[in-house]
Nanobody
Framework: QLQLVESGGGLVQPGGSLRLSCAASGFTFSNYYIGWVRQAPGKGLEWVSDINGDVTRTNYADSVKGRFTISRDNAKNTVYLQMNSLKPEDTALYYC????????????WGQGTQVTVSS
């Protein structure tokens, strides 16, 4: 059964850190890019970051560059998003999704994990 399950969200103060995880199953994980996409309250989807299957390429939105780091462990079928120096504007529901081509054509999504940055 194909699954993407996010975890690690929560409430954090501005300037704090969180690490999100995306655990995959039911497909050949290393064949796929995995991306993170977020949706802030009342706003549309915003692409955050992605990583290719052999961990040679990572990409970031300008809004998170230098603060977030994406990584993956293919032995554990898991992708991580380390988020540092969090800002209130990072508050959103964070989804991971898979992409075979690397062109942002996400064909399967997880259920999301909530990140709230507030004092």
């Amino acid at each position: 059964q194909l699954q993407l399950v996010e975890s690690g969200g929560g409430l954090v103060q501005p300037g704090g850190s969180l690490r999100l995880s995306c655990a995959a199953s039911g497909f050949t994980f290393s064949n796929y890019y995995i991306g993170w996409v977020r949706q802030a309250p009342g706003k549309g989807l915003e692409w955050v970051s992605d990583i290719n299957g052999d961990v040679t390429r990572t990409n970031y939105a300008d809004s998170v560059k230098g603060r977030f780091t994406i990584s993956r462990d293919n032995a554990k079928n898991t992708v991580y998003l380390q988020m540092n120096s969090l800002k209130p504007e990072d508050t959103a529901l964070y989804y991971c999704a898979r992409d075979l081509t690397g062109w942002g054509e996400y064909d399967y999504w997880g259920q999301g994990t909530q990140v709230t940055v507030s004092s």
